[in-house]
DNA sequence: AAAAATATGACAGTTTCGTGACAAACTTAG
DNA sequence: CTAAGTTTGTCACGAAACTGTCATATTTTT
């Protein structure tokens, strides 16, 4: 299995922090939020692998911050981790779209347990989000977003972004991206055709520093450094 | 709404009566075993929705029955109902391939949302209605409604509103609505046949936001957020 | 400074979708 | 069974968006 990703939406640093060293030994990798606004913001510059929220948040009811959720991404995996235990709360938590619920003080290990049987029984789904330097591709919707929201792509603009996001971290020459993303084998396609593509999307996606000009070969997605 | 069928595998017939009797309200079909070799006889006759299991059976570990539907059923929902609530339990209950451990003495709305979690996960609920953006359809009485009441839609639209709900929060292509909900195998059908009802449908919807255009592709049912 | 590669702005042919109209097929009431 | 009303597929047309190309500018390399 590729890494776990998780976001830790918590403000007690003290379990944050012992939470995290945990995961993080078992080899996953956390991100803690201390705010729902921040959570919810870094969630839509990239989608983790699942999320564990903590119900009382100084800034709103974890609640929320799961509908939310749910709204945008139907099958993300979320989990809530409280000290609110009574029976009509944790209840609330399913009906906002919770996956599992769970009181604290809580055994880590029992924790890491629930996410690894919450994973296994997502773990089959086909990859639905590719997500590169604050851009994310929603596969089923067939949606592209930057930090500023949703963003209209016609589709070759669309094709040619998805080619460059499955090969993130690669360089690919112009002619290659020419074959995959307008598989023309003798047909001519005007080689400025991609230059002018290339620019087209970076004007929609805000000039974004993760599509890099490789001069004379071609081009490269990657994560600002 | 289909008929979520559970087998429960427990001895003590106390418990067993309150949990059939408080689940076979909220419209379950309940089938209590009460020995390991009765609920294996039992699954091979005839696959549940899904399957509550004691952990202390007199005739055996809940667990050796979990390990055995996993290895024949990889993505039946388990979820164990147990007293023991040592989280070396715990840990081992999930490792035998659970998807839920539930301690007693437990709450039985807790469970029930528990239950419903793990369906909800695994695409098992079928529900009666199906709703985005405002439009709702009852499946049941094959009717639906927008914000001014109900919309007397012909079998076609309804189908294609239908084959979009399904989908809601997809893109699906021109191709595989007119597959869909044409049903067409050598048969010519105009594809401009599709951009009609889609229309009429919009009309009569009264212009609904939720249901997107995805120029070149297809068609997106989708909450306006 | 010249050459090469890439970026940019403008333009026009093409594609795609929405729209109104129409006729054939089907349904329903009398 | 007939006649009226509905449903459904098709067509033609137009507006809008898409896409490839060119000419020109800018940047990078030699």
Redesign the interface.
């Known amino acids: 299995m590729a890494v776990v990703e998780i976001y830790y939406v918590e403000d007690d640093l003290d379990i944050a922090d012992m939470v995290k060293k945990y995961l993080e030994e078992k080899g996953c990798q956390v991100t803690v939020y201390r705010t729902i606004a921040r959570a919810r913001q870094a969630l839509q510059a990239c989608v983790p692998t699942i999320v564990l929220i903590d119900l009382n948040m100084p800034d709103g009811q974890g609640e929320n911050l799961c509908r939310w959720i749910r709204?945008?991404w139907?099958a993300l995996p979320v989990i809530f981790l409280t000290v609110r235990g009574d029976?009509?709360d944790?209840?609330s938590g399913?009906?906002s779209g919770?996956?599992?619920y769970v009181v604290k003080p809580f055994?880590l290990?029992?924790l890491y347990?629930?996410i690894?049987?919450?994973l296994r029984?997502?773990g089959n789904v086909t990859k639905q989000y590719l997500s590169c330097g604050g851009i994310v591709m929603d596969l089923?919707?067939?949606?592209v977003s930057d930090h500023s929201g949703e963003v209209d792509l016609?589709?070759v603009e669309y094709e040619l972004l998805y080619y460059l996001m499955q090969n993130e971290g690669k360089t690919v020459t112009r002619e290659r991206i020419l074959e995959q993303v307008w598989d023309v084998h003798g047909n001519y396609v005007n080689d400025n055709t991609l230059t002018v593509t290339i620019k087209r999307l970076r004007d929609k996606l805000g000039q974004p520093s993760c599509l890099k000009t490789v001069r004379s070969i071609g081009y490269r997605m990657e994560d600002t450094v």
Chains 1, 2 share one sequence.
């Open positions: 709204g945008k139907k029976s009509r944790i209840v399913f009906q919770a996956d599992d055994d290990d029992v347990s629930r690894q049987a919450l029984r997502t089923d919707r067939r949606t016609s589709a």
